[in-house]
Structures are given as structure tokens and as C-alpha cells.
């Protein structure tokens, strides 16, 4: 099983290394949007995860939101019975032992291009948004502002 490792940037003097599952990733992009670096990967043994365990393991580990109160890792797969961790357990499996990327997360350098990319699209569009909104977001900003600018 692959672990992903890299950097996780609390505040401007704390910095701090990190392996981890692949779908801990999504729940860490969450919680630290722009201070998480995903720099490799490194082989950490086979075992079975089972997603309950998983998921109380982040919660315990990733805590809640401070406003909200809701554990950081509901606000990513919804509640432990909706069975979004459990997939993103079981997709991560198969593809190791396919031999594939254990995840879709993209290296650090690429991910920023793109972001800048879609910033760069969005503002040139005059199109308003947060400035701490993730990539996803912004993505979505962008392919509802485009089938619009096609129609005209």
C-alpha cells in the first residue's frame, strides 16, 4: 500500500511533514487549503482498512471546524454510513494492487499551474470568487461561466 507523503503548513512557523493514506488527502486539502504540499509517495505494507475504523481514526486525528463543529472528515465523506470513505477505501485498494497511482492527487507544481490557469481564466472573464475557494471550486466557477459565454 502507497502512503502519500509531504508538507503541511499550519501557519507561517509551523511546518510540518506528513504520510498518510491517499483519502486522507482529501480530508487534509480541507482542513489546510493553502498549506498542503503533496511531495511523493513511499511503500508502507498491505493490510485490509476497514472504513468505519478509518473513518474514526481521522476524526479523533483531524478533529472539527472550528465554527461548525463538524469533524473535519464528515464535512469531506459525509456521515460514516453514507459510504463515501468506504469507496474511496476500496478504489484506493484496487488500483495498488493494479500497480496504477494510488490517487488522483497530482503533484504540487501541477496542481498550482492549473490553479493559476483557472484564476487567471476567471478574472480575464470578470468573474468574482474567494480567493481561499479550492481548485475544485473554482473549476465549477469556470465551467458554469463558460457554456454561458459560448451561448452569446
Not at 501557519?11 to 506528513?18: A, C, E, H
Not at 463538524?70 to 468506504?86: F, I, K, N, Q
Not at 492527487?105 to 481564466?121: H, W, Y
Not at 468574482?128 to 475557494?133: D, H, N
Amino acid at each position: 500500500m502507497k502512503y502519500l507523503k509531504g508538507v503541511l503548513k499550519k501557519d507561517q512557523n509551523i511546518s510540518l511533514p506528513f504520510c498518510c493514506p491517499p483519502w486522507e488527502v482529501r480530508v487534509l486539502e480541507e482542513k489546510y487549503p493553502e498549506g498542503f504540499v503533496v511531495t511523493g509517495s513511499t511503500e508502507a505494507g498491505s493490510r485490509n482498512f476497514e472504513a468505519d475504523t478509518e473513518y474514526s481514526r481521522m476524526m479523533n486525528k483531524l478533529g472539527r471546524h472550528p465554527e461548525t463543529g463538524t469533524p473535519w472528515v464528515e464535512l469531506v465523506y459525509g456521515r460514516a454510513s453514507a459510504g463515501a470513505l468506504a469507496d474511496e477505501i476500496e478504489e484506493a485498494m484496487a488500483s495498488d494492487d493494479s500497480g496504477q497511482a494510488t490517487s488522483a492527487v497530482e503533484p504540487a507544481s501541477v496542481a498550482k499551474d492549473e490553479r493559476a490557469e483557472i484564476i487567471a481564466k476567471l478574472d480575464e472573464l470578470g468573474i468574482e470568487y474567494k480567493p481561499s475557494s479550492k481548485t475544485p471550486t473554482l473549476k465549477r466557477l469556470l465551467d458554469a461561466a463558460q457554456p454561458a459565454e459560448d451561448a452569446a
